[in-house]
């Protein structure tokens, strides 16, 4: 959980904002952007991923984001380590702008800000561990530490204009219109030591930190994320956990969801995707996150697709647009 105001709180108002928080039953949920809980970005898989400095893809989920990712391929285990961040409560630092000129105006927006925000999760090894239900093991360390350094390899760029407007301007060769970041998610690291309780602090990134500034978040249920085996399983609930209304989702946007386009695929491996979508979908129900679910078969001509129509398990709260006096 992250608090952002900057602002002290009483007693009572902290434990009321920790029910508002919690009245899905849930412990520390992951509270992020949207648009890292609805992205195709982390490949579901954690071997055999692109290192190549050049790898560069655009990942489109209709009528949700348009996420281009460069530098590397992003899997399973990157997912994991930015959702145990993003459990944590972040502190909110404001340094002195070394670029700030009070005689000058109108350069641009950082010339004018007297200090800069930064938002960084401070915690320990052992802490980062647990919150990704591994082994608080000093062997553990080194393998999250070159995760951690293999996500700042990567810069993330938002289109927020959505997929048509991305998708017009790119058949015309330009730029998307409308506002959009290009980013790393986490900045500098640093650590104390390498023992579990050495103190470990994570910076983020100019786009998450002016995600949280307008506070315009989603909550995942982390419990059930890290209560997951499957990997498909990982990249659909965050979708179908930050989505207060939907109680149902078609195969094609589950594809997207794993980057791929289903439509376009031979029937054999159609019909491999439809069980890996079962099993997912039976693993998000044996991890407390789906009370049930049941699928229903949509005919397009000679085309058959799955629509997985689901209740969650728990009640529901759904995204925090939250006020200006509240804490995310």
Known sequence: MVDVTGKGLSEQEIKRLERLRNRRGRRKPSVMPPDLARTAAFAPRRRNLSSDANF???????????????????????RDILYALFRMRAQELKIPNPNYNPNIKGIGPYQERPYLTMFQVTTTWRDLLTAMSLTPHVNNLGTVLDNLEEIRQVSI??????????????EGGRLAEGAGFSDSMIGRIDWDGAKLDSPLTVQYGEWVRRVFEM??????????????????????????????????????????????????????????????????????????????????????????????????????????????????
């Open 157 to 170: 760029r938002v289109f927020q204009g959505g997929p048509a407007a991305y998708q017009k301007a790119k």
């Open 56 to 78: 560069s893809r655009t990942y489109v989920l209709a009528h949700h984001s348009v996420v281009e990712v460069k530098g590397r391929e992003l899997g399973g285990q990157h």
């Open 215 to 328: 506070k315009h978040l989603v909550s995942v249920n982390a419990d059930v994320y890290f209560a997951l085996r499957s990997e498909h399983a990982k990249s659909f609930w965050p979708y179908i956990d930050s989505q207060p209304a939907h109680s149902w989702i078609d195969e094609d946007r589950l594809g997207e969801l794993v980057g791929r386009k289903i439509s376009e695929e031979t029937p054999q491996r159609r019909r491999v995707f439809k069980e890996d979508c079962r099993q997912a979908f039976e693993d998000m129900q044996r991890a407390g996150g789906l009370k049930e679910w049941h699928t229903e078969e949509i005919r397009r001509g000679r085309f058959v697709s799955l629509r997985f129509h689901y209740k969650h398990a728990l009640p529901r709260q759904g995204e925090l647009l939250l006020g200006a006096d509240q804490p995310v």
